[in-house]
Structure formats: structure tokens, C-alpha cells
């Protein structure tokens, strides 16, 4: 297969988020400072390192509920139960309310925006202390009621009320990309399970179908030996060889009931649901058409943990500039109006009205270098976000070459398989036709018999495995290609 070749640069990534430079007067980071942190250990992709990057929002991902990879094994059993996976499994509910959270810290991000209302109503009364005044001087009591409003404003002349939105964005879209990776795992891990079942399933009725030869054979050498012509020694080998192939059916019963509650519990139901219908014996799915020679590396960024990543470095080069943001001063806006009076019927008389409106800038001169501390801490987080993409997108090339090359060693290890299969097969009729004329001993009998068993466990097992890598390439490319 032809290497693929990593056409993602996401390690300088950082340079195309906004953020406050150190002049505070940039929105973005120089290029002296991208420079400077590549030499600090943020280790680039230089061979795939375009000229420059632009950032976009796009989301080119496809769920699998859109991309349906699956019914390329056609298999309509199949397809059911993603259906039911894909509407009841509790992974993928939990990470729907995670991008409903992360929705929420947007909305509260942007509510910023707005002025803080506060509406009061009350009454009053107080004593103050004649002493104060003078030895005979008595106290005074007073009392009164008011109804004000109160608002606070906050202009967001310098854009920080913006980044902490964009941030919050970035958030929510990492949610969501959260939640295509749940989903792509589920349909891989559901699709995955299946396949072993009909494996299990496959080797069972194998299993089955060799006892039922191993007894007649058993039968042949016990009337071979009621008749002189044999020994017992061969009736034993035959026992040994038959109840050996019958101690293997307990574990695959076994595999099947594990495999089936496995399956169940992807689907969001218990496994008394659906026993009835997946302990029914099937054939293997279809194996799909094969991969062209190359995949095209523009796949990997669709991926959801390549998106997530990605996303997770918007949100902290976005933090990065609210941090920097803290430099600036802040402009807001303060005013109350109320009415205040003695008796609650002069509340709205001609002389009850006062008000007061409170513009106010405010700067930050001095904090103990605490405002230097963030913004060096925001940079090393982003830098280590773009180390984790970085790595992400690495694992992601990895996984999909590992994937094409065991879907090439599978398939050539299933013809092999299939081919040993049949010689065996014959091996056993030739031995067994001597065995009966007396030309060969029984052992050659026993010798086919478990080579026989032996293969056809082995091709079962090859033909899984192709289609197993089939689904972990459509699970590295994050669907179908």
C-alpha cells in the first residue's frame, strides 16, 4: 500500500487563532513569537508545513448515521442494531447532554454582552444617636420606603467579553466532535462484536459437524474391533479425538452468550431482548469491497478525535487572548434610578425621584505579575495542545497504515487458510479410505482429522480478522472512504 502521506500542518495551528500579542494592540501572535515557541519545544510537522494556515470552522465529518458504513457488509441484522445502538446506547445520550453543557457555557459566555438589571423594592427604618451630638441631645428615628432599579454594563470595548465567547465556541464545537468520536467507536465496537459472533457461531456449528463425522469414525473402528481387525487402541484414539472436539463446545457456547450480552449492552438493551434473535446461527457478513491503493490523507481530518484536538487548540489560544486581555483596562457603565419617601403614597410624588449614572474606566496597574503568570500559563497550555494534536494526528496516519496492512496479510492468510483447508480435507478422505483396506494405521486418521479441524478454525478466524480491519480502517478514517 502506498504511504500515506500527513497532509494536516496543525502543529503551527496557534498562529491563525486570535489572541492578544504583547503590544495589545495585535489581535493575533507575531511571527517572531511562533518562531520562538517552535524553538521551545513545540515540535512541528516540517515535512508537510505549508507556507501559511487559515483556520476554519468547518466540520467536515460525517456520523455514522449519515454514512451507513456498515451496510457494506451486507447484512440487514446488522443494520438493525446499529439503528438501536444508535438511538439507545447511554455512551451516546451522555454525550449529547455534554454538547447541551457546553451549549449552555456559550450562551453564558455571550450574556456578557449585555447589562445586568436589578430591580428593589423595601423599607427602612433607623435610630441615630443624639449622644453624638451633644450630652442632652436625644436620638432621631426615621424611616422610609424606596422601589429602584440598578444596572451594570460592561462595554466590551477591548473584545474580551469576546473571547470568552469565541473560547466557549470552541468548546462546544470540541463537544461535539466529542460526541461523532462516541458515536464512530460504537459503530465500530457494535460491528466488531457482531463479526465475532458469527465467528463464534461459524466455529460452533464446525465444531458440530466434526462430532457428527468423529462418531461414525468412532463406530468404524468399534466394529473393526468386534470383528477382529482391529484394536482397541484405535477405538480409544477415536474416543480421545471426539470428546476432545466436544470439550471445545462449552467455551464457544460460552464466547456466544458473552458475545451476545456484549452486543446488547452497545445497544442500550439487556441481553433477554435479543438472545432469541442473534443465538440464531448465521452466516458471516459480506466482506466489502477493498480499499483503493492509497486513501486519501484528507480523510484523517475528518476523524473526531483529530477535529476534538483541534478544537481543544482553537479554545486555548482563544484562553490565551482573554488572558492577555487582562492588560487592558476595563469600560463599564453603572446607573440606578428610584423613588424614595416617608409614607409608601410619596413614593411617586414630585420631589421622591433620584438617580445616578456612573461611567468608569479601570486599569489595572499593579498585580504582582499575576496577570504575566496566566499569560504565560495560557501559552504553555496551548503549546501543549498543539504537542497533543500534533500526536493525535500521528496516531491517526498510524492507524490507518496498520489497518490497510492487516487487511492485506488477512485476506493473503484466508486464501492460504482456505487452500490448506481443502488439502486437509482430502488428506482425511485418503487416510480414512487406507484406514478402512487396511492400508494405513489409524493414526494418520487421528492426524487428519484434527488438522482438518484444525484449518477450518484457522480460515474462519482469517476471513474475521479481514473483515474486523475492514471496520478498524473505516474506524481510523472516522467512516467510510
Known amino acids: 500500500m502506498k504511504s500515506i502521506t500527513l497532509l494536516i500542518a496543525g502543529a503551527a495551528l496557534f498562529s491563525s487563532f486570535p489572541v492578544a500579542a504583547d503590544d495589545m494592540t495585535s489581535g493575533q501572535f507575531s511571527a517572531d513569537e511562533t518562531a520562538k515557541a517552535a524553538e521551545q519545544g513545540v515540535k512541528l510537522l516540517r515535512d508537510s508545513l505549508p507556507q501559511s494556515w487559515t483556520y476554519s470552522e468547518g466540520r467536515p465529518q460525517t456520523l455514522p448515521s449519515y454514512d451507513k458504513w456498515w451496510q457494506a457488509f451486507a447484512d440487514p441484522l446488522l443494520d438493525q442494531l446499529m439503528d438501536k445502538a444508535e438511538s439507545n446506547n447511554f455512551n451516546v445520550l451522555s454525550a ?280 504565560a500559563e495560557a501559552k504553555l497550555n496551548m503549546q501543549a495542545g498543539v504537542d497533543n494534536y500534533n500526536m493525535t494526528v500521528l496516531n491517526a496516519a498510524s492507524e490507518v497504515e496498520n489497518a490497510m496492512s492487516r487487511i492485506s496479510s488477512s485476506i493473503a492468510e484466508a486464501a492460504l487458510e482456505k487452500e490448506v483447508m481443502e488439502l486437509s480435507s482430502k488428506s482425511l478422505d485418503l487416510s480414512m479410505d487406507l484406514y478402512k483396506r487396511g492400508l494405513s494405521n489409524f493414526t494418520n486418521v487421528v492426524d487428519a482429522q484434527l488438522n482438518y479441524l484444525t484449518y477450518q478454525n484457522s480460515y474462519i478466524t482469517a476471513n474475521a480478522d479481514a473483515m474486523v480491519a475492514m471496520v478498524e480502517l473505516y474506524e481510523a478514517l472516522g467512516g467510510g472512504y
Not at 430591580?119 to 424611616?143: D, I
Not at 462595554?155 to 462516541?182: H, P, Q, T
Request: net charge neutral; hydrophobic share 45%.
Open 96 to 375: 449529547l447532554k455534554r454538547i447541551e453543557v457546553a451549549q449552555k457555557e456559550v450562551e453564558l459566555a455571550r450574556s456578557a454582552y449585555f447589562p445586568q438589571i436589578n430591580a428593589s423594592a423595601g423599607w427602612g427604618r433607623t435610630q441615630n444617636a443624639g449622644a453624638v451630638s451633644g450630652k442632652n441631645v436625644p436620638s432621631s428615628v426615621g424611616s422610609s420606603f424606596s422601589v429602584g432599579v440598578t444596572a451594570n454594563w460592561e462595554i466590551d470595548l477591548f473584545g474580551r467579553v469576546a473571547a470568552e465567547a469565541k473560547a466557549a465556541k470552541a468548546g462546544w464545537n470540541a463537544s461535539r466532535a466529542d460526541y461523532e468520536g462516541v458515536m464512530v467507536a460504537l459503530c465500530a465496537s457494535l460491528a466488531k462484536a457482531y463479526i465475532n459472533l458469527r465467528t463464534y457461531q461459524a466455529q460452533y456449528e464446525v465444531a458440530m459437524t466434526h462430532i457428527a463425522s468423529q462418531e461414525k469414525v468412532l463406530k468404524i473402528t468399534e466394529a473393526r474391533f468386534e470383528a477382529g481387525i482391529g484394536d482397541m487402541l484405535e477405538v480409544t484414539q477415536a474416543r480421545i479425538v471426539l470428546s476432545s472436539t466436544k470439550a471445545t463446545i462449552p467455551g464457544l457456547e460460552s464466547l456466544i452468550r458473552s458475545t451476545i450480552n456484549s452486543i446488547a449492552v452497545l445497544c442500550g438493551e439487556f441481553p433477554s431482548e435479543l438472545t432469541d434473535e442473534l443465538a440464531k446461527t448465521a452466516p458471516m457478513p459480506a466482506m466489502p469491497p477493498l480499499p483503493p491503493d492509497g486513501v486519501p490523507a484528507d480523510l484523517l481530518r475528518r476523524r473526531p478525535d483529530v477535529l476534538q484536538a483541534e478544537f481543544d487548540v482553537a479554545q486555548l489560544a482563544a484562553q490565551a487572548g482573554v488572558a492577555k486581555k487582562d492588560f487592558l483596562p476595563t469600560l463599564s457603565i453603572s446607573g440606578s434610578i428610584s423613588t424614595e419617601a416617608r409614607r409608601i403614597d410619596g413614593l411617586f410624588g414630585s420631589h421622591s425621584l433620584a438617580y445616578s449614572v456612573a461611567p468608569t474606566l479601570t486599569w489595572t496597574v499593579f498585580d504582582g505579575l499575576a496577570r504575566n503568570i496566566r499569560v
